[in-house]
Each structure stands twice: as C-alpha cells, then as structure tokens.
C-alpha cells in the first residue's frame, strides 16, 4: 500500500525553464511534507519542506505546493539548471508522538537538457 | 556542520552471513532510521529508533533486527543475509518532533550492500 505515490518516474526538461514534479498520497494524518534530492551513490540532501497548516512554501528557485484537498503537492524548480539533475524524493510525516517517521514515494529522476 | 556517518560506503557479503552495518552522527539526535532504497520502490523503512534501546518496526522489517546502545550510534544487523538484501542501505537520524516542531532527516552516504 503506497501511501505516497510519485507517478511519473522520470521528467525531462530544457535549461532554464520551469521544471514541475508531483507528489500525491492518500494518508489524511500526514501533516507535514519534504523533497529530497539524491544524486547518484549519495545519500538525500533536504530541499524544502512544507506543514499543512500552509499552502506554499518558497526558497530560492525551489516552491512547494500543498493542496489538502486534492491531497497533492508539488515542487517548481525555476530555472532549472544543469545540477538540478538528480532523483527527488517526495515524504510525508504522519502526526505521531515520538519519532517523526518519514514514508517516501518511490522517486522522480529529472533530467536538465542543454 | 550536521553529519551522519555510515561505516562503509561498499560490502560485498555471502549468503547466509550475518552482516552489520553501522551508522553515527553527531548532532544529538533522538531519531535514528534505516532505510533501503530500490529502484521503482523509492525508500522504505526498515527500523527505526526515538530512543537509546528503544526500537520500532518499520514497513520492511523481516531478516532484520537493530541495536541502538548509544544516543549516536544505531546498527542495522542482517541475521543470515541473502541477495534479495542486495540494496542501497540508508542510516538517516533527525530531532525528536517536539522539541522543536518539524525537522528534516539527516541522511548518511548510504551503504551499497551485495549479497552474492
């Protein structure tokens, strides 16, 4: 059961241009959403993150977009450029005492053209 | 400079062998977590730890287990490894939630982890 879902598994963009990835998930409790960028043989570096007391979030080139109702978030990178490519990873935290668990979609590869 | 450590960034092992993978950082969390990252699958949770000696199961906690003895250190154990446990292995550690509100995780280099 995905309860975070990111269905496109990869995005191909121009330079420059704005570069849109999805996120959608099914589980209400979640109350606090992140992207994560992950190159090859690294670990996930924190982009940005969004609670859904919020519907947006800004930093730099990075936006996340939080639609409760629709249960779907975004990021927009603008403008794109060469390193943004990478994996990104969309995560959810459900409204938990104690750890703050992460569940994570299964990943969009963005791929920045010339 | 925040910083989580996995002990080895490569480990080739052999079926049926039990196998440790270590994981530290420095920043006096109280969150500590394993993930495996597979293709298609994105990250799944393993174990994970809000406690020195507390553990709880994650989503994909079979064929392993999990030591935390120390605030900084958590371990991941493979009791018999097998290569369906061929996978990126991922340590990440973050701030108990209400101390300070929502915090990121904080994610080690990963560990490329074969089974043969």
């Known amino acids: 059961d995905q309860q975070v879902k990111q269905n496109s598994p990869s995005l191909s963009v121009q330079e420059g241009r704005i570069s849109i990835l999805n996120c959608d998930y099914t589980?209400?409790?979640?109350?606090?959403f992140l992207w994560y960028k992950k190159y090859p043989a690294e670990g996930p570096t924190f982009l940005i993150s969004?609670?859904?007391?919020?519907d947006k979030n800004e930093d730099g080139r990075f936006t996340v977009f939080l639609n409760k109702s629709a249960k779907h978030l975004s990021l927009h990178i603008v403008p794109s450029q060469p390193g943004d490519s990478a994996v990104y990873f969309c995560?959810?935290?459900?409204?938990?005492?104690?750890?703050?668990?992460?569940?994570f979609g299964q990943g969009t590869r963005l791929t920045i053209n010339p | 400079d925040v910083k989580v450590t996995q002990s080895s960034r490569y480990l080739v092992k052999r079926t049926g062998e039990k196998v440790f993978l270590e994981c530290v950082q420095d920043?006096?969390?109280?969150?500590m977590f394993w993930y495996r990252q597979d293709p298609g699958l994105g990250l799944r949770l393993i174990y994970f730890?809000?406690?020195?000696?507390?553990?709880e199961k994650g989503d994909i906690p079979e064929g392993y287990s999990v030591s935390r003895e120390k605030k900084e250190r958590f371990s991941l154990i493979l009791e018999s490894a097998s290569t369906n446990q061929t996978s990126m292995y991922l340590c990440?550690?973050?701030?108990?939630?209400?101390?300070?509100?929502?915090?990121?995780?904080?994610f080690g280099q990963g560990t490329r982890l074969t089974v043969v």
């Open positions: 990440a550690s973050s701030l108990y939630r209400g101390r300070g509100g929502n915090t990121e995780a904080f």
């Open positions: 589980n209400s409790m979640f109350d606090y």
């Open positions: 969004i609670s859904s007391i919020k």
């Open positions: 995560a959810a935290s459900p409204i938990i005492q104690g750890a703050q668990k992460l569940v």
């Open positions: 920043m006096d969390h109280e969150n």
């Open positions: 730890s809000y406690d020195v000696k507390m553990k």
